[in-house]
């Protein structure tokens, strides 16, 4: 089992940017593909981007393409969502996860974090 816990959210205005922490323990952090996931209020949890196993592979939504980068650190269990260029649209909360296969569907990843609050608003 992986437990993740994510870090970094809070209060921004338009334009600025915030990075996003997830770090895992338990299993082996490098034999798991590793997603961001988002939900708004009133919305359904959807895919922001993900990272293969070693790092190569990088997938995006659209929404979010040149502005937000995924990276990680597996000497560190740790991944990372750097958003930049923030958007009123971006505020919800966001989730990292873990999977054995990269994919944009939630029901592909097995373990959750508990989420971090992103807000961006003037």
């Known amino acids: 089992q992986v437990q993740l816990v994510e870090s970094g959210g809070g209060l921004v205005q338009p334009g600025d940017s915030l990075r996003l922490s997830c770090a895992a323990s338990?299993?082996?952090?490098?034999?798991?593909?590793m997603g961001w996931f988002r939900q708004a209020p009133g919305k359904e949890r959807e895919f922001v981007g993900g990272?293969?196993?070693?790092?190569?592979?990088?997938h995006y939504q659209d929404s979010v393409k040149g502005r937000f980068a995924i990276s990680r650190d597996n000497a560190k269990n740790t991944v990372y969502l750097q958003m930049n260029s923030l958007k009123p649209e971006d505020t919800a909360v966001y989730y990292c996860?873990?999977?054995?296969?990269?994919?944009?569907?939630?029901?592909?990843?097995?373990?959750w974090g508990q989420g971090t609050q992103v807000t961006v608003s003037s």
């Open positions: 338990g299993d082996t952090f490098s034999q798991y593909a």
């Open positions: 996860a873990a999977s054995r296969g990269l994919g944009t569907m939630s029901s592909t990843y097995d373990y």
């Open positions: 990272i293969s196993r070693t790092g190569i592979s990088k």
